[in-house]
């Protein structure tokens, strides 16, 4: 927590000097920024004849921010690929500028669309030691949010050229300097794609700079869409050129860009052409993966990258090859109403009621299945309630390999000898925590037990991670029995091999993840209360809570949603779950992992709110923070409570 700092005593200051729009460094008879700061920062109002009004809103906003006035705190990432479009088209331009500026106390800034600095040109050695010394250099970000009003960040905030003058800057660090910047935008899109930004030293500042910087956006601008179709034209030939000797279905995508054929566009929906985009990068020739589509289908895609002649290195496109698994009884029909419903599991939407519908067949032919999904998205008990629906007097036995790890030998005879009794489910928990000769040795059991007629279900954990949290474990901390990286690793590649044709599973069955079938969240939320002892009248949530638990992005899955309904029912005071009985964790939307001790701040920030009815500036005081630390904290963490207070 950061503690109130006492509000520093200023001494007044005279009016300054300070450079006029036209560059001359002498008093400017209706503007003084140096005064207007001063009153700004003592709480006072600041008559708008003292300062340019986009500056007076950038002031406010590095105060909301809680910019240090003093320090220069701006965060550090290197992470840069310096053959992206916006460095190709920049690059001859940034070249021609930086030749012209040779000698003169200029600097030649390009920044990404969030401020952070990507590439610096500059000639003369003092202004380049000055800009290392305010951190005005490669990997650093000039946001507003960190260095306060600039011509970088102020730009990026406004969406519009920008130019800040010496004492106009919100940190005193900065005053010595004066910057002009102009967005970069893609020209199909509108969409800021970066800055340029020239800087100088405070009296050398000219109106120039401003007219400089937007005709090297436009010149960059204008070479980002020849870039732009060049990308365009290499896709559209490997989409045709592809057309004729392709029997699937076909898409390309680039940045911004869709081209698919009739079979594609029939097949895939709008939430299928997300998920691709994000298999794009992972796809070969050679390997083909499992995408189940929105409808409950199940598509076998392949894919690869196409290269262009465009001056970047990396792909202008990826050419995506898909095609519905054959066997009539891996797709689920296309009428929702002829999948049963089971007990105990709850899901009406197509992707869920699709894979119910898989299962369920499945199960009724005795067709050894591997499930696999994500951690926590109930593998078990949707096999459990299948099993239920088809053969509800046979046994069910569930062998889980957690309970192998520290000897394998007496698993698997349990799970020969049940695979031995020729009817009823067997049931092969977390096979992805089997090391690989435990795998071969299973290998042998399943083929000395291959006619048995019961169903055999295999549940493959894949992607499990280390963050994926509920209210029952902390945050960050891996569940019990996940086992090493490594073992994972290992473990699910071997097992993938037993769905190949000759392998012991015949068919896969994927699960999907919580957070691509959150319209079943209202009809889970009543399934697993009423599970847990609530009654139909008493198990229901607020519109506000619902609507909490379906903005959540479930990185735990339905393991973590019912460990979340379990943490409300406990904390409600109402007949209703509320949408403050829910946990702290739930109301806050961080855009990265966070640390135990960022995610105990979050919870004592979420507290004080709820303890004080949403009220900021109450609950800044009780922590004993100030209230632009708070609202700073608030938008980091991604905290929402309802109406917003103070």
Same mark, same amino acid.
């Given at each position: 927590?950061?503690?109130?700092?006492? @509000?520093?005593?200023?001494?007044?200051?005279?009016?300054?000097?300070?450079?006029?729009?036209?560059?001359?460094?002498?008093?400017?008879?209706?503007?003084?920024?140096?005064?207007?700061?001063?009153?700004?920062?003592?709480?006072?109002?600041?008559?708008? #004849?003292?300062?340019?009004?986009?500056?007076?809103?950038?002031?406010?906003?590095?105060?909301?921010?809680?910019?240090?006035?003093?320090?220069?705190?701006?965060?550090?990432?290197?992470?840069?690929?310096?053959?992206?479009?916006?460095? !190709?088209?920049?690059?001859?331009?940034?070249?021609?500028?930086?030749?012209?500026?040779?000698?003169?106390?200029?600097?030649?800034?390009?920044?990404?669309?969030? +401020?952070?600095?990507?590439?610096?040109?500059?000639?003369?050695?003092?202004?380049?030691?000055?800009?290392?010394?305010?951190?005005?250099?490669?990997?650093?970000?000039?946001?507003?949010?960190?260095?306060?009003?600039?011509?970088?960040?102020?730009?990026?905030?406004?969406?519009?050229?920008?130019?800040?003058?010496?004492?106009?800057?919100?940190?005193?660090?900065?005053?010595?300097?004066?910057?002009? #910047?102009?967005?970069?935008?893609?020209?199909?899109?509108?969409?800021?794609?970066?800055?340029?930004?020239?800087?100088?030293?405070?009296?050398?500042?000219?109106?120039?700079?401003?007219?400089?910087?937007?005709?090297?956006?436009?010149?960059?601008?204008?070479?980002?869409?020849?870039?732009?179709?060049?990308?365009?034209?290499?896709?559209?030939?490997?989409?045709?050129?592809?057309?004729? =000797?392709?029997?699937?279905?076909?898409?390309?995508?680039?940045?911004?860009?869709?081209?698919?054929?009739?079979?594609?566009?029939? @097949?895939?929906?709008?939430?299928?052409?997300?998920?691709?985009?994000?298999?794009?990068?992972?796809?070969?020739?050679?390997?083909?993966?499992?995408?189940?589509?929105?409808?409950?289908?199940?598509?076998?895609?392949?894919?690869?990258?196409?290269?262009?002649?465009?001056?970047?290195?990396?792909?202008?496109?990826?050419?995506?090859?898909?095609?519905?698994?054959?066997?009539?009884?891996? =797709?689920?029909?296309?009428?929702?109403?002829?999948?049963?419903?089971?007990?105990?599991? &709850?899901?009406?939407?197509?992707?869920?009621?699709?894979?119910?519908?898989?299962?369920?067949?499945?199960?009724?032919?005795?067709?050894?299945?591997?499930?696999?999904?994500?951690?926590?998205? +109930?593998?078990?008990?949707?096999?459990?309630?299948?099993?239920?629906?088809?053969?509800? !007097?046979?046994?069910?036995?569930?062998?889980?390999?957690?309970?192998?790890?520290?000897?394998?030998?007496?698993?698997?005879?349990?799970?020969?000898?049940?695979?031995?009794?020729?009817?009823?489910?067997?049931?092969?928990?977390?096979?992805?925590?089997?090391?690989?000769?435990?795998?071969?040795?299973?290998?042998?059991?399943?083929?000395?037990?291959?006619?048995?007629?019961?169903?055999?279900?295999?549940?493959?954990?894949?992607?499990?991670?280390?963050?994926?949290?509920?209210?029952?474990?902390?945050?960050?901390?891996?569940?019990?029995?996940?086992?090493? #990286?490594?073992?994972?690793?290992?473990?699910?590649?071997? &097992?993938?091999?037993?769905? !190949?044709?000759?392998?012991?599973?015949?068919?896969?069955?994927?699960?999907?993840?919580?957070?691509?079938?959150?319209?079943?969240?209202?009809?889970?939320?009543?399934?697993?209360?009423?599970?847990?002892?609530?009654?139909?009248?008493?198990?229901?949530?607020?519109?506000?809570?619902?609507?909490?638990?379906?903005?959540?992005?479930?990185?735990?899955?339905?393991?973590?949603?019912?460990?979340?309904?379990?943490?409300?029912?406990?904390?409600?005071?109402?007949?209703?779950?509320?949408?403050?009985?829910?946990?702290?964790?739930?109301? =806050?939307?961080?855009?990265?992992?966070?640390?135990?001790?960022?995610?105990?701040?979050?919870? @004592?920030?979420?507290?004080?709110?709820?303890?004080?009815?949403?009220?900021?500036?109450?609950?800044?005081?009780?922590?004993?923070?100030?209230?632009?630390?708070?609202?700073?904290?608030?938008?980091?963490?991604?905290?929402?409570?309802?109406?917003?207070?103070?």
């Amino acid at each position: 927590m950061e503690p109130v700092d006492p @509000m520093e005593e200023t001494a007044p200051t005279k009016p300054s000097h300070t450079v006029s729009a036209l560059g001359r460094d002498r008093p400017v008879p209706h503007l003084n920024p140096a005064r207007a700061r001063t009153m700004f920062l003592e709480g006072e109002s600041v008559p708008s #004849a003292e300062v340019r009004p986009p500056i007076l809103d950038s002031w406010q906003r590095s105060r909301f921010w809680g910019v240090d006035t003093d320090r220069i705190e701006a965060p550090y990432n290197a992470d840069f690929d310096p053959h992206s479009r916006l460095a !190709t088209a920049a690059r001859p331009v940034l070249d021609r500028l930086s030749e012209a500026l040779h000698g003169t106390p200029m600097c030649l800034i390009l920044t990404d669309s969030k +401020g952070r600095v990507r590439e610096r040109r500059t000639g003369d050695r003092a202004l380049h030691h000055h800009l290392d010394d305010i951190c005005l250099a490669p990997g650093f970000s000039y946001a507003e949010e960190y260095v306060g009003t600039n011509g970088i960040g102020t730009a990026a905030e406004d969406g519009r050229t920008a130019h800040v003058f010496g004492s106009e800057h919100f940190s005193e660090r900065l005053q010595r300097v004066s910057c002009a #910047a102009a967005p970069i935008r893609n020209p199909a899109s509108g969409r800021v794609l970066g800055l340029i930004d020239l800087t100088s030293w405070q009296h050398s500042a000219s109106p120039l700079m401003l007219a400089l910087v937007r005709e090297a956006a436009a010149d960059i601008e204008e070479r980002l869409l020849d870039i732009g179709s060049e990308r365009e034209r290499a896709a559209l030939r490997a989409f045709l050129t592809s057309r004729p =000797s392709s029997q699937r279905a076909l898409v390309t995508l680039t940045d911004g860009l869709l081209l698919a054929d009739a079979a594609a566009t029939e @097949m895939l929906s709008p939430a299928d052409h997300r998920r691709l985009r994000e298999l794009a990068g992972s796809l070969s020739e050679r390997h083909e993966q499992r995408l189940l589509l929105n409808d409950g289908r199940t598509a076998q895609v392949r894919g690869r990258q196409v290269d262009g002649e465009a001056p970047d290195k990396g792909p202008v496109a990826y050419l995506i090859e898909l095609r519905l698994v054959a066997d009539r009884e891996q =797709s689920a029909p296309r009428g929702t109403g002829q999948v049963p419903r089971l007990p105990g599991v &709850a899901g009406s939407s197509p992707v869920f009621r699709g894979v119910v519908a898989q299962l369920i067949r499945h199960c009724e032919q005795g067709r050894w299945t591997l499930v696999d999904g994500e951690a926590g998205t +109930g593998k078990l008990e949707l096999v459990r309630a299948v099993h239920r629906h088809v053969s509800p !007097t046979t046994p069910f036995g569930v062998h889980d390999a957690a309970n192998a790890r520290d000897g394998s030998a007496r698993w698997l005879q349990a799970v020969f000898r049940d695979l031995s009794e020729d009817r009823g489910t067997v049931v092969l928990r977390h096979l992805d925590l089997l090391p690989a000769p435990d795998l071969g040795r299973l290998d042998g059991v399943l083929r000395a037990t291959a006619g048995r007629s019961g169903w055999v279900a295999a549940l493959l954990t894949r992607d499990r991670t280390a963050g994926a949290t509920s209210p029952q474990w902390g945050e960050g901390r891996p569940r019990p029995g996940t086992g090493t #990286a490594a073992d994972r690793r290992q473990g699910a590649e071997t &097992a993938s091999a037993f769905t !190949t044709p000759t392998g012991r599973l015949g068919v896969e069955v994927t699960v999907p993840p919580l957070r691509h079938r959150t319209a079943d969240i209202p009809a889970l939320v009543s399934c697993l209360l009423t599970r847990h002892g609530r009654n139909k009248a008493d198990g229901r949530c607020t519109d506000g809570a619902l609507r909490a638990l379906c903005r959540a992005s479930w990185p735990g899955n339905v393991h973590q949603l019912e460990g979340s309904l379990r943490y409300a029912d406990a904390h409600r005071s109402g007949p209703l779950i509320e949408e403050t009985d829910l946990p702290p964790s739930l109301l =806050s939307q961080a855009q990265r992992p966070l640390s135990p001790w960022e995610s105990t701040e979050r919870d @004592m920030i979420v507290q004080a709110l709820l303890d004080h009815g949403g009220d900021k500036r109450k609950a800044a005081r009780a922590l004993g923070i100030s209230r632009a630390t708070i609202y700073r904290k608030i938008t980091g963490y991604g905290i929402r409570l309802g109406p917003d207070k103070g």
